[in-house]
Nanobody, 115 residues
Framework: VQIRESGGGLLQPGRSHQLTCAAS????????KAWYRQAPGQRREFVAS????????TYAPSVDGRFAVTRDDGKRTVTLWMNHLKPEDTGTYYC?????????WGSGTLVIVSS
C-alpha cells in the first residue's frame, strides 16, 4: 500500500485550500481513511476521518465547521477541504488508512498558514 499526499504550501489566514491523498495497492476500498497533522515540536493529532458507507465523517473540535473530508473510491482519493485557515492549522498533514491490521501513512504535505 502506498499513500501520497499533495497540495501543501504557504497559505494566507482566512483562505480556503484543499489537500489530496492518493492511495494505491492491494487494500479494500471500503476501509476508513483519515487525515492527521503534526505541528512543529508537537505530537501528531487527528484531524478528520471518513468511512466508506453513508459516508460518515468525524472531525477534531479544532477544525469542525471549517474543514470537510470527502472520498472518491473510484479514484482511490481522499480530499481535505480547508476553509477559514488559521495560523494554528500550520503543520505537516498526513493521510492514513488501516489494512489487515497494519497502519499505512504517507510522507505528508506541509501546510504553512501565515500572512
Amino acid at each position: 500500500v502506498q499513500i501520497r499526499e499533495s497540495g501543501g504550501g504557504l497559505l494566507q489566514p482566512g483562505r480556503s485550500h484543499q489537500l489530496t491523498c492518493a492511495a494505491s495497492g492491494p487494500f479494500d476500498d471500503s476501509v476508513d481513511k483519515a487525515w492527521y497533522r503534526q505541528a512543529p515540536g508537537q505530537r501528531r493529532e487527528f484531524v478528520a476521518s471518513i468511512k466508506s458507507k453513508n459516508p460518515l465523517t468525524t472531525y477534531a473540535p479544532s477544525v469542525d465547521g471549517r474543514f470537510a473530508v470527502t472520498r472518491d473510491d473510484g479514484k482511490r482519493t481522499v480530499t481535505l477541504w480547508m476553509n477559514h485557515l488559521k495560523p494554528e492549522d500550520t503543520g505537516t498533514y498526513y493521510c492514513h488508512l488501516r489494512h489487515d491490521g497494519t497502519d499505512y501513512w504517507g510522507s505528508g504535505t506541509l501546510v504553512i498558514v501565515s500572512s
